[in-house]
């Protein structure tokens, strides 16, 4: 998938209502306390983080595409929004540790081939009792993207085994649960497909 080539055009009324959704799922398991630092990992064009933007002092938003983050950057400067920050960056490449409150990541991770180096890096930058928060397509049978020539990943995941993963990093109290359901488009035909959310926690020290 050409992220660079589809940022333009990657806000279409679909994706801003299921980001919507998407936040709030996110957002339920903020308990506001002690979560000044966040991070979202594969932003996108900040559809998330737009409207999680009050719930934190600062938010890094990190993607490995510059077009997503070029969309991201102007759409910050036009709302005049200052606890917001963007960069273009592998997340293996972010040095040092204990940076962040919270971590979250919204479908990012189903596209991501060394799943247990990211996991275990992320972890890594999280504070001592830090929440990662992920958002994920449930296991599918290849039809979501099925007309992504060039998608190199997971048809999606159980929630076990992604629980698993998050263990085997050292991560804490794993919570997790299906929240979305929804239908995408595929040719003439809709596929139906539903996400979940995991909540974990890094070891305090």
């Known amino acids: 998938m050409c992220f660079d080539k589809e940022a333009a055009e990657w806000d279409t009324n679909y994706r801003i ?20 630092r966040a991070m979202e990992f594969g932003c996108g064009t900040g559809l998330i983080s737009f409207n999680l933007q009050e719930e934190f002092e600062e938010i890094l ?24 920050k963007t960069l273009v960056k592998d997340v293996l490449d972010i040095e040092g540790e204990n940076k962040y409150d ?3 990541t919204s479908m990012v991770l189903h596209h991501i081939l060394n799943l247990k180096d990211v996991l275990y890096k992320l972890s890594k930058l999280l504070k001592p009792n830090g929440k990662l928060i992920i958002v994920e397509l449930s296991k599918d049978d290849g039809t979501f993207h099925s007309l992504d020539e060039d998608f190199n990943g997971y048809n999606g995941f159980e929630i076990k085994d992604l629980q698993d993963l998050l263990k085997d990093v050292g991560l804490i109290n794993i919570k ?30």
């Open 17 to 36: 209502n299921r980001a919507k959704k998407i936040a709030e799922e996110i957002s339920s398991y903020l308990d506001g306390n002690n979560i000044s």
């Open 61 to 84: 938003l990190i993607d490995l595409s510059k077009g997503m983050i070029e969309e991201t950057k102007k759409k910050i400067k036009n709302q005049n929004i200052k606890n917001m």
């Open 102 to 104: 919270v971590i979250y």
């Open 176 to 205: 997790g649960r299906t929240f979305y359901h929804s239908k995408k488009q595929i040719n003439d035909k809709y596929h139906e497909y539903s996400l979940f959310s995991i909540c974990v926690n890094k070891q305090k020290a």
